[in-house]
C-alpha cells in the first residue's frame, strides 16, 4: 500500500538575535526623534505623535521575547531600521538560495536521501526574492538535482500548500521523492517604525523531504489535507515591479507588510479552529486524540485560543501546542514546520495537526501520524 510522509526536515536561522530590550529601545529612539522633529506639526493637528513600545505590550500581544534576524546592526540603527543587504545578482546565490540549501541538507539527512534521489524541488515563501528565475531552480542546481522546480506563493501558508503539492504530484506518479523548502527572510518587508509590527518577525528557513513509502525513524504519514482560502485586505504587501510604473504616490513603507491586527485576530481564530474541528470529524478523529498541533507561529494568543477552541478546554499543557514564536518570531509560512521540526517526539501511532494560515486568507491542514 501506497503511503506518502514527510521524511525528514531540516531549520536555518542566522546567528544574531535580538531581543525585545533592544527592538525597544531602538523603537522608542526612533519615536522621540520623530516626535521632536515633528513638534510644531504635532502640536498643529497636521501630524500625529508617535507612542512608545514595551517589552510588557510586545510580550502581552505576542508571546515574542527574541527573534533571530538577516543583520541586527542596521535593523537597530534608529536611522536605517531595516537590513542592509545587496541587490539579487547572478554571480552569486541568493539569500533564499543559502538559507533553503542549508536547512535542505539537514532535512535530506534525516530523511535518508540524497540529491540523486529526489525528483523535485519546490519553494514556497511569502517573499519570493525575486520573479525569476526561480528560485527553487537555483537551489536545484546547487544541490545537482534532476526533474524541476518551481516557487509559489499562499502567504503564510505557503510552506502546507507547498506539501500539500508535493504530496499530489507523488499521489499521481509524477515524482517520488519531493524536497519542499520554504525560506522566509521577513525583516526587509518589516517597517520598523511602526508600533505594532515592529516586534513580529525574525528570519529562517525549513526544509522537508516529502517521500513515498519512507523508510526514515522520523518520517510521519499524512493522513489527510484540507485547504481553503477566503479574500481578504486584512493581511496585504503591494510590493511588486507596478511600484515603479504608478502615478500615484506611495512609499515603500506603505507597500510592504502591513496588517489589521484585531479583525485578523477575531476573524482567524475561529475560522481556522471550525476548519480543524471539521477535518478531525472527517476523519473519525476526536480532538483529544491528537497528541500535538503544529500551528502557524503569528502569535501565542492565536495558537492558545486555536487549541483551546477545537479541544473544548483553555486548561491543556503547553507541550500540546509548542511555541517556538517565543525564540524566533513570526517567521511567516515557515512557522507551523519549525514548530514540528523542534517539538516532533510522538510514538508510533500517535497523531498530529500541521496547520498553516494567515493572508489570503489561506488555511492548509494536514493531518499526520508517526510511523
Known amino acids: 500500500m501506497q503511503e506518502i510522509h514527510i521524511a525528514g526536515t531540516g531549520i536555518w536561522y542566522p546567528e544574531d538575535v535580538i531581543t525585545n530590550d533592544e527592538i525597544v529601545k531602538s523603537f522608542n529612539s526612533y519615536v522621540d526623534n520623530f516626535n521632536t522633529s515633528n513638534k510644531e506639526s504635532i502640536a498643529s493637528g497636521e501630524v500625529n505623535s508617535l507612542d512608545h513600545s514595551s517589552v510588557e505590550f510586545i ?157 526514515s525513524d522520523k518520517a510521519f504519514k499524512v493522513l489527510d489535507r484540507k485547504l481553503m482560502t477566503q479574500f481578504s485586505n486584512n493581511i496585504r504587501s503591494d510590493w511588486s515591479y507596478l511600484a515603479r510604473t504608478a502615478t500615484d504616490h506611495k512609499t515603500s513603507d506603505d507597500l510592504i507588510f502591513n496588517q489589521n491586527g484585531s479583525s485578523v485576530f477575531k476573524e482567524v481564530c475561529p475560522l481556522v479552529a471550525k476548519f480543524i474541528l471539521e477535518q478531525l470529524d472527517k476523519n473519525k478523529i476526536k480532538p483529544e486524540e491528537i497528541s500535538k498541533f503544529w500551528l502557524h507561529q503569528a502569535n501565542a494568543r492565536m495558537i492558545n485560543l486555536i487549541v483551546s477552541k477545537v479541544i473544548g478546554t483553555d486548561d491543556f499543557d503547553t507541550s500540546l501546542a509548542p511555541l517556538p514564536i517565543e525564540k524566533f518570531g513570526n517567521l511567516a509560512s515557515a512557522g507551523s514546520m519549525f514548530a514540528f521540526n523542534l517539538h516532533n517526539d510522538l510514538k508510533s501511532g500517535e497523531r498530529g495537526i500541521i496547520c498553516s494560515f494567515g493572508a489570503g486568507y489561506s488555511v492548509c491542514s494536514l493531518l499526520v501520524e508517526k510511523i
Open 59 to 215: 510580550e502581552k500581544a505576542s508571546g515574542i521575547k527574541t527573534r533571530h534576524v538577516v543583520d541586527k546592526i542596521n535593523i537597530l540603527d534608529v536611522n536605517r531600521m531595516m537590513p542592509a543587504l545587496k541587490h539579487e545578482d547572478e554571480a552569486r546565490l541568493s539569500i533564499h538560495a543559502i538559507a533553503g540549501i542549508e536547512a535542505s541538507k539537514i532535512a535530506m539527512k534525516q530523511a535518508n536521501v540524497t540529491p540523486a534521489d529526489i525528483d523535485a524541488v519546490i519553494l514556497g515563501t511569502s517573499h519570493n526574492a525575486r520573479y525569476y528565475p526561480a528560485v527553487a531552480i537555483e537551489i536545484q542546481n546547487e544541490l545537482g538535482i534532476d526533474g524541476y522546480a518551481y516557487d509559489m506563493l499562499v502567504g503564510c501558508s505557503s510552506t502546507t500548500f507547498a506539501i500539500n503539492n508535493a504530496y499530489s504530484d507523488i499521489s499521481s506518479g509524477l515524482a517520488d521523492t519531493i524536497l519542499v523548502v520554504n525560506p522566509e527572510i521577513s525583516t526587509p518587508a518589516v517597517n520598523f517604525g511602526k508600533r505594532d509590527i515592529h516586534f513580529i518577525f525574525g528570519d529562517g528557513c525549513v526544509a522537508s523531504v516529502i517521500k513515498k513509502n519512507s523508510s
